[in-house]
Structures are given as C-alpha cells and as structure tokens.
C-alpha cells in the first residue's frame, strides 16, 4: 500500500511538473495572439460600424449621455511581406454622406526597424496627408481612426522585440480561461508610443485579446478595451464587437463587425494612393470584391 502511495504521488507530482511545462511563456502567449490577428488581415474584406459617444453610468452600465456618432466603413486587409508578417489595409468611409470617401491606407511592418506607415485622405480638400511617426516623446501622437477612440496603435501587429512580458497572474475571465499579460515597451520603442504599459487578458485555448488596460507612461489608466461577440469564422477566432474607452475624455467607441469574408482575390494594386484620390479606380476593386464576398 506504501508503495502504490508513492508511486500515485510520484504520479501526480509528473502530472503538475508536465501541465506547468505546457504553460506558454508570457511571450509564447502574445505571439500566438499576434498569429491570430495576423489571420484575421488575410485577404479579408469587410463592412464595419463606429459608433462614439460620451459615456457614463446608470444602474451600473456603461451608456452614452450624447447621441452617438455612426459611422460605417469597408476595409480591406493583405498580409504581405516575409513569412507574410506585414500588412497592408486600407478603409473607406459609406456613412455618414457628409464624409463619405475619406479613406485611410496603412501599411505595417514586423520589424522594429521599419516604421509603420498610415496615409489619411480627405475627400473635401482632395489631399493625401502622411502621418509621420515620430522620433521623440513630443513628436509622438497617435492616429484617430476616423475621429473615433480607436488610434492606429491599437490595431498594430508585429513588432513583437519592442516589448518585454510577463505573466502577472492566469485564471478565469468571464468563463474563459486566461492569462495576464503586461507589456512594457523597450526605452527605443517608448520614443514611439504614448502607452508606458499595457496588460491583455489573454484567451489561453483561442488566443485572443479578452480586455485590455493601457497605461501612459506616469503609470495612469488611459484607455480599456473590452471585446464581446466572440465567434469562429471560417476556422479563425474573432471579436465582432469591440469597446475602447477613453478614460481621460470619458469618451468611448464600439466597433462592430457587421459583415467580414477571408479568403478573397485582393489585388495588391487596389492597396495604394491612388484607391485613396481615384473614386473610379477605388469603386471598381470595392464592386469586386463586394461581389466576392456575397
């Protein structure tokens, strides 16, 4: 009886060493996110709703205390470059009338050595305005996207040697099992963001962004992000609808994914300047890929 007590014991202390050698590593953890993300920019097109408001509230839930802003866009997204790690995406405005045509191209880059690159077209003055990336902490100010709470920070993938990350606890989050994640940003990489830290709620089996906290770089709460609508589209695990709230202005936008196809035929041509000016040029590629994604 001794010894079977030993050997169960010997079993189950197998077992803990085993399960702990299974865990990721904090690092481990945000490439696979970043791996996930990645899938979601694979030739995807898709049809996109931003509503913002001034938030407070009421009976302990979030509510806007202004009539919202509406804006609904297409976006089209490619991976492109070495082992497919960069990206190029542009979006375009539908709605509201007043700004339709306004458009955004942006280009990212896996590596730290390459500034990303964002190009913003607005229709009513019929310009393209590069948005630089800035060298020091005064030049640095990140990209509304379309006046909403979202920056084009918050949608950046790669760049992963920019940061270093540890596990600050692993449990559950909303019935999902998950690790927190803090990243903090390499003294180079600081020049370049306003964020001095950032903690995700890491979705462990789907490997996906749950919530996120980012911090300026005093230690303040600036922003949260909060994910809802959880699905499996074509093999690929997405948010549908996403929540960024800007703690600083008390001002929030949802994003939601009303429509989203993968798989389709992008030509890269359609991902360039010219879709941003040409409005020919720009509504054919979209018929097409339209008419794909039916």
Request: glycine letters at 6%.
């Amino acid at each position: 009886m001794r010894l079977l007590n030993k050997i169960v014991r010997l079993a189950l202390g197998f077992l803990v060493i085993s399960s702990a050698q299974a865990e990721l590593t904090a690092q481990e953890l945000v490439q696979k996110m970043d791996e996930n993300q990645l899938q979601t920019n694979d030739s995807s097109f898709n049809l996109m709703q931003l509503t913002s408001c001034k938030y407070g509230t009421k009976n302990g839930k979030l509510k806007c205390v202004e009539k919202p802003r509406i804006k609904l866009l297409e976006s089209a997204q490619i991976n492109t470059g070495v082992n497919n790690k960069d990206s190029k995406s542009i979006a375009i405005l539908l709605e509201p009338a007043s700004e339709r045509g306004i458009g955004m191209l942006t280009y990212t880059y896996d590596a730290t050595s390459k500034d990303n690159e964002t190009w913003l077209y607005l229709s009513a003055l019929g310009k393209v305005k590069r948005i630089a990336s800035g060298n020091n902490d005064e030049q640095t100010e990140p990209t509304s996207l379309f006046g909403s709470e979202i920056s084009t920070e918050d949608q950046e993938t790669g760049k992963l040697d920019d940061y270093t990350y540890k596990v600050l606890q692993r449990g559950s989050y909303k019935g999902r099992p998950v690790a927190v994640i803090e990243s903090v940003p390499t003294p180079q990489r600081l020049k370049h963001t306003r964020y001095g830290k950032v903690r995700t709620w890491i979705d462990t089996e789907r490997f996906l962004s749950l919530k996120m906290q980012m911090f300026d770089k005093h230690g303040n709460a600036i922003k949260q992000v909060s994910v809802a609508k959880v699905e499996q589209v074509n093999g690929i695990w997405l948010a549908r609808s996403i929540t960024f709230k800007n703690l600083v202005s008390q001002r929030l936008t949802n994003m939601n994914i009303k429509a989203i196809s993968f798989g389709l035929d992008i030509d890269e041509r359609f991902l360039t300047q010219r879709a941003l000016t040409d409005q020919v040029f720009r509504q054919r590629y979209l018929q097409k890929l339209r008419q794909q994604a039916q």
